[in-house]
């Protein structure tokens, strides 16, 4: 079983449209848990972290849920600048808390 | 001025060629990581540094070496490139103590073994 488990996509959607990502992680230690966004053949960057209470950054939501292991990504009002690859990034198990990275799941707006 | 610079950022190589890629960091962060990006299997860790004297295997060194020649810097060394190699190499930097502090990452390196 991978560590970090995404549905690749592509998710299609127009604009305006609410869409919600889960992710999948099998390390119960795991602490600290990230989304990234990363456009086509570009760096990935920090889209905004997950805390255990849930928290929101404008149009994104993400939301933990520790005993069945999963996070979450609610994109509201989809924005065709919203269309790239979004990871879900958590940390692992080795003293330095090594960040894992989800293989991501593609996002597709459209007008 | 990028914060995490990459060269080259495109490179193809043959097979048993010696690569270097090189990474810079303009952000005072003490902790630098080797990363490769394959389609399907996200990013891996390669190596990674915690300091000019501490460098330390991810969970794909083999093949691979590197050299933190100063806080500003740490290069990624194929000694003898094969093609499975072909992949997206980013250089990533983070300041924090532990890694739940932000990583930036460089551009990439697009690597072409034939």
């Known amino acids: 079983r991978k560590e970090v488990e995404q549905d690749p996509g592509p998710f299609n959607v127009p604009e305006g449209a609410t869409v919600a990502f889960n992710c999948t992680y099998s390390n119960s230690a795991s602490q600290s848990f990230f989304w990234y966004r990363q456009d086509c053949r570009k760096e990935p960057k920090l889209l905004m972290s997950?805390?255990?209470s849930g928290n929101e950054d404008g149009r994104f939501t993400a939301q933990l849920n520790r005993a069945s292991q999963y996070i979450s990504l609610l994109i509201r009002d989809s924005k065709l600048s919203d269309s790239a690859t979004y990871l879900c990034v958590v940390t692992g198990n080795t003293g330095f808390q090594k960040l894992v990275f989800g293989t991501g799941t593609r996002l597709l707006v459209s007008p | 001025d990028a914060d995490v610079t990459q060269t080259p950022r495109n490179r193809i190589t043959k097979t048993g060629k010696r690569i270097m890629l090189e990474c810079s960091q303009t952000?005072?962060?003490?902790?630098m990581y080797w990363y490769r990006q394959d389609p399907g299997l996200g990013l891996r860790l390669i190596y990674y540094?915690?300091?000019?004297?501490?460098?330390n295997k991810g969970e794909i060194s083999d093949g691979y070496s590197v050299s933190r020649q100063a806080q500003a810097k740490f290069s990624l060394s194929l000694e003898s490139a094969i093609p499975n190699q072909t992949a997206l190499y980013f250089c990533?930097?983070?300041?924090?103590?532990?890694?739940?502090?932000?990583?930036?990452f460089g551009p990439g390196t697009r690597l072409t073994v034939l």
């Open positions: 952000k005072g962060h003490d902790r």
């Open positions: 540094s915690f300091d000019v004297k501490d460098i």
């Open positions: 997950v805390y255990s």
């Open positions: 990533a930097t983070s300041g924090g103590i532990g890694a739940a502090n932000e990583q930036f």
